[in-house]
Each structure stands twice: as structure tokens, then as C-alpha cells.
């Protein structure tokens, strides 16, 4: 039997990060994920976009949760040694006169200014702007798959991974303690992102779920550096590659990118841009959303030292860091939990 203080269900995003700031508490730390691939973190555009949707709409708590990722993905990547994140800029490019007028409104409304800048500017051909664009920023754009792979090589080093399905009904409930196979913890913390509906525990919290999908496209002629948001978003990559989305749905579960999206986001591609690309993968993932918009923290109303983080929903890259270490200030320094987000609003 292998004795640790925290055990971790889940490595994606939210699992990982929260698993970084328990190491960092010198905490010991077991982590069980099945890693088969169908992680929402693995598809994710990775956009920190503090001005979001067609009416410009400023994100919940970016005030805090902007510095906050910016200065922990910064430290990540001076921990680690390794290269992910960009300062960068969002063109959104305005579709109609009602998005002229509401821009107009905003850019001179001092809660958007730190985030737009009040000059219209005018694109090249390759982009269709009758409108002109505006210029969004800061924005950060971090490359998921290099953060996962450097969290990744970290957390192999400080602490136990396990590979393998968790079983809700095997788990042991102990006086103090939690056993499941070989591993015994003190604690349990939950971050299954969607498979939360599988968790007999926590399964009564409000999830929604909404899958996302996405292309991966090659346009050689492109030649833009910074985030477009047209009729969809258009993320750089680097080498002429960029990702194209994402897409909404409420109602589908399953993780097979579909011919419905593809051609949705085709269309939408196509009024954006004037120049060539070839599709190289379609991709797709279900975002662990809330009724209520908001992420999931917090001890088991019943289960003394179980706990939740989750419903990080559209936001995970920003939210994931700010609340992870709220989770660990609460369980390690009789911290609070913001109400909003504390799963006690829920009976
Ligand atoms: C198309 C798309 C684009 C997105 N773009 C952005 C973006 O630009 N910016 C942004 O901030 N967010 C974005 N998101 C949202 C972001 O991806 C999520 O908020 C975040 O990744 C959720 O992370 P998570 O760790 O909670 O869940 P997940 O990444 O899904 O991780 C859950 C993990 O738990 C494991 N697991 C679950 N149950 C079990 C079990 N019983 N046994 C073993 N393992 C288990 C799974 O294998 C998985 O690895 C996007 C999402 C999608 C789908």
C-alpha cells in the first residue's frame, strides 16, 4: 500500500495545475487518469481572450484571473524550461453596423479601454473587413499541447501516476482516509472534467456539457500572426497552420468530430478569408460546462476530505490556475472559497 496526502482523479488541465500547486505545497500527490485520449484540455485553442463573442462581451473576474495566468503560466515556464506562452492581440473584425455601434459604445466605456484599443483598422484582401477590425488586447495564447507535454515530464518526476480507469464504487471511504487499489490518501480531489457525470459522489452538481470541434488547417498565403475573430476564430500556429473554431453543441456526448460541424465551420471559414488552405484534421472535445456558468470547488457536503474541481467550462486556461490555488489555500491554510464558486450554492 502506498500512502500519500492528496489524491488527484483526472489529469487534464484542471487536474494537473491543481496537482502543480500541491506540489509546490510539498505535498505528496498520486494521480489517476486512464490517458486515453479523451481529455477536452487536448483540443482546446488556448486563448486567454479577456473581450469575447459578438458583442463584445468582457469575461467574468478577467481583472484577476488575466495577471493571475499570466504570471503562473510565465513561472511555469521558467520551472520547467520550456516555451508556451504568447502575448498576443485578437482582430475582430466587424461584421455589421450594430457591431460598429456597439464597439463605438464600448471603446470609450473606461471598463473595456484597458482592453481595446479605439482605433479602427483596415486588413489586406486576403481578409474580408467592409467594417474594418478592432484590436483586442492583451490576449494570451499559450500552445496546449507544449504546456500538457512540459506539466506532463513535471508531474512524472513529482509524483505517482497512475494509469487506469477509477472505478467510483471501489473506492474505500475510511475514518480520515480514502483507499482505492493500492493507493491510500488523506484526501480525494475530483477533476474528471465531463466524466463528473459518472461520479456517483458529485453527480448531483448542475453539469452541462458542450462539445466543441475545430479544424486544423494549412493556408500558406494567410500570413497572420495575430488571433482573428471573424465569422470564427482563427488561431495562428505557427508554420503556416492554424486552428478554426470552435463549435457549439448541447446535446451531443459523443467524441466523433462530425460532417454537420465540418461544413459549418467551412462556411464560416470561407466568408472570413480570400486565399487557399487544406484541412489537415478535424478535431473535438466536450467542455465541462455549469448551469450557472461558473467552476465547481469544494469539499463533499457528507465526505470530510473529498473534494471537487471542476466546470471549467469555455475558460479552463484562465480559471484552472486562479482557482486550483484557491481549492489549496482553502484545504492547506483554512483559506475561503469564493461563493460563486463553491459547490455549497448547490443542494
Ligand atoms: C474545441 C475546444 C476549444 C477550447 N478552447 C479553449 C480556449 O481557447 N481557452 C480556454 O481557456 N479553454 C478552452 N476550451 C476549454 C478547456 O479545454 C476546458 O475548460 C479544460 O480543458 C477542462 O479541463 P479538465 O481538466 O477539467 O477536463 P479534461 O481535460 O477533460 O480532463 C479530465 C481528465 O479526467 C480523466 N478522467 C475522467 N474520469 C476518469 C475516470 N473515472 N478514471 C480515470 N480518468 C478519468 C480523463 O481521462 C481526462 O484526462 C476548449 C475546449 C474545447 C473542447
Redesign the pocket.
Known sequence: MQEFDFLI????????ILAFHLIQEKQNVAI??????????????????PITGRRFVKSWKIEELFPSALSFYSNLERELNTSFLKETSVLKVLLNREQQNDFASKCTDPIYTPYMNSELIRLDKEIPNPFACVEIKPVLQ?E?QNLIRALKTYLNKACSLYQ?????ENLSIQNKSFQYDQIKSKRII???????S??LFFNYLPNRF?????LIIKAPELKLNLVLSSHINI?PLGKDKYYV???YNWDDRSLKPSEEKKAFLIERLESSINCTYEILEQ??????TVLDRRPLLGEHPKHQGMYI????????????PYFSKQLVDCILHQGAIEPEVNINRFS
Do not use: W
Open positions: 482523479v483526472g489529469k487534464g488541465l484542471a487536474g494537473s489517476i487518469d486512464s490517458l486515453d485520449g479523451r481529455s477536452s484540455s487536448q483540443q482546446a485553442a488556448g486563448l486567454v481572450n499559450i496546449v487506469m480507469e477509477f472505478i467510483h475530483f477533476c474528471e472534467g465531463n466524466y463528473v459518472s461520479n458542450a462539445k466543441g470541434e475545430a488561431c473554431g470552435a463549435t478535431i473535438a472535445g466536450i467542455r465541462p474541481f471542476n466546470g471549467m467550462g469555455t475558460k479552463g486556461l484562465s480559471l484552472a
